[in-house]
């Protein structure tokens, strides 16, 4: 496969003496796989033919919503490894972190499900790129490799930075407008989501949608539950035996018809600004720099038109299902805990005037906003896992896994276990920070982008659009938790939150 030639994302060319090693690894991994024990012997609960544990789920004692503490019962009654099959699908729950590592360590091209099968098939079904989180060996190399540069490198992010700061400001205006004399804002996680949509379609096409504005309301508004409605179905039907892929189901429609809401639209903004470009360019006025996002990926000659549309709409439909999400749970976190809110206050009230932009260089620092963030996303992940398809026979745990098994990396659910951590539902930022604290934590237990090459790619810009969006908050607000309850989240493939959000923003002087 054309794939062992190519270069490694650390710029390194395989060498004859490291395939010479590989070969030999390859015949003991072989030697390794015979000595395990059966796939059939792994723990896990037994269900009911073709079903599995289907009916644990739709009549109980767990919903869809639970479904992450099923696994955390079934990790305390089974141990770090089990299998499950919930309607045909069967997939291998790895909780153990060093069994996680050794897979992370031997991975040389890792292939994985995609996230949301809906979404691969509704690509294929509307004829799309398939796009990143859907493709696997060379074609997914060849996506991956194309915005590595682009996505992943600090440099190239911060050529964004200034856009974020513009959104961030208008974003704060629009509170001081919108807020309460209480302090309150109404359905503030929706406020959230029009921010990251603002900011990541400004990102990609450089014109700002305006969509803070009141005025755009019912467009915006179905646009962005379309977005939760793609999430919500294809969450269904991953616990429906899958006649949606043989037959055309009133779930499957609904979805499609939510898709097509969203792509027509997201496909529209990508030509209509392409075709901005090529007039630009014809009449001689297109800067250098301007366009960068899409310039970048145009100028990409391995990759086609319809590659480059997917590629940047992910930006706005993925920030939208997690770094909007993120921005709650980190929100929520600080202000339950007044105390730890002050002390990030003291580090970023002087950072720059509350009006003025944040520039690259103060996002180098910031030690405490960033043990914070971490800690925000031990408490509140967003993915309860990450998937991995093995495409060799390996050994886990000592059990053979035939390549092709669906194996999800539960890390995320230990989040919580007092195996891992002390005090594990205390929010703690001081535990992350070097000389504070006294904790070792396993370094493959808080993974909230997931690890190796494939881990994610947009997670430069949702660090970013996070840091800037709790400075400039911070500097203009202080903020409460308005509330007798806890803020719950629910299961839809990621943890998305089960309420509104109910802060107070009063202003600081
Ligand atoms: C707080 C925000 C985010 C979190 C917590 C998050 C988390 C994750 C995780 C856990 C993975 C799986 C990694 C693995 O398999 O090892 C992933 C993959 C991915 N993410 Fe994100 N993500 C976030 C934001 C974004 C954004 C803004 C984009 C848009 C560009 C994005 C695009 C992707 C893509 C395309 C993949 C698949 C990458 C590949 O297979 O090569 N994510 N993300």
């Known amino acids: ?53 289907l009916f644990q789920y739709t009549r109980g004692p767990y919903s869809i919503d639970t479904y992450p503490n099923a696994l955390v019962d079934r990790y305390y ?20 972190p060093e069994e996680i590592k050794k897979l992370y360590a031997t991975e040389e091209n890792p292939h994985i499900p995609p996230l949301l ?47 974020v700061n513009e959104v961030v400001a208008d974003f704060i205006k629009r509170m001081y407008k919108i807020r309460a004399s209480t302090g309150e804002i109404n359905n503030f996680n929706f406020e959230l989501s029009k921010f990251i949509y603002e900011s990541s379609t400004y990102t990609c096409f450089e014109k700002r949608q305006q969509i803070l504005d009141d005025e755009k309301g019912s467009h915006t508004d179905k646009l962005l539950a379309c977005n939760r409605t793609m999430l919500e179905l294809s969450t269904k039907l991953k616990f429906q035996l899958p006649f949606f892929k043989y037959i055309s189901t009133p779930t499957w429609r609904k979805l499609v018809a939510s898709e097509d809401f969203f792509y027509r639209f997201g496909l529209t903004l990508v030509d209509e600004t392409v075709v901005k470009m090529n007039e630009l360019a014809e009449s001689g006025d297109l800067k250098n720099g301007q366009y960068e996002f899409l310039s970048y990926l145009l100028g990409r000659r391995e990759l086609s038109y319809k590659d480059v549309s997917i590629l940047t709409l992910s930006m706005f439909n993925d920030g939208l299902s997690t770094t909007s999400p993120s921005l709650v749970w980190q929100l929520y976190c600080i202000s339950r805990h007044p105390e730890k809110q002050e002390k990030l206050y003291e580090e970023v009230k002087d950072l720059s005037g509350k009006s003025e932009p944040i520039s ?51 890390n995320n659910l230990l989040l919580r276990l007092p195996e891992y951590f002390a005090e594990p539902n205390a929010y703690k930022p001081e535990r992350w920070i070097r000389g504070d604290s006294t904790d070792s934590i396993h370094p493959y237990v808080v993974l909230p982008f997931g690890h190796g090459t494939r881990m994610c790619v947009g997670r430069r810009f949702a660090e970013q659009e996070i840091y800037v969006m709790l400075i400039k908050l911070l500097q203009h607000f202080k903020i409460e938790w308005n509330s007798c309850e806890e803020m719950g989240r629910k299961f839809r493939t990621l943890f998305t939150p089960s309420t509104e959000a109910k802060f107070k923003f009063i202003p600081r002087e």
Not at 12 to 26: R, S, Y
Not at 35 to 43: E, N, S
Not at 80 to 87: L, R, S, V
Not at 136 to 161: A, C, D, H, I
Request: proline share 8%; aromatic share 10%.
């Open 1 to 53: 496969m054309q794939i062992a030639r190519l270069r490694t994302f650390s710029g390194k060319v395989e060498t004859h003496q490291q395939n010479v090693l590989k070969t030999a690894h390859h015949e003991t991994n072989v030697c390794q796989y015979e000595k395990g024990r059966p796939f059939d012997t792994i723990p896990g609960p037994k269900g009911v033919p073709v079903f599995g544990t």
């Open 77 to 96: 009654r089974y141990g770090p490894i089990f299998k499950e099959t919930i309607a045909a699908k069967t997939r291998v729950h790895i909780f153990d």
């Open 117 to 163: 099968e809906t979404v691969k098939m509704y690509r294929k079904y509307r004829d799309m790129s398939p796009g990143l989180g859907n493709v696997n060996g060379e074609e997914w190399y060849r996506l991956r490799s194309s915005v590595q540069k682009l996505m992943m490198q600090p440099v190239s992010t911060v050529k964004f930075l200034p856009m």
């Open 360 to 410: 690259a260089q103060t996002l180098t620092r910031l030690p405490y906003l960033k043990a914070c963030v971490k800690e925000g996303f031990r408490l509140f992940p967003i993915a309860p896992d990450v998937t991995r398809e093995p495409t060799k026979d390996t050994v886990i745990s000592g059990y053979q896994i035939p390549k092709g098994t669906y194996l999800s990396l539960n």
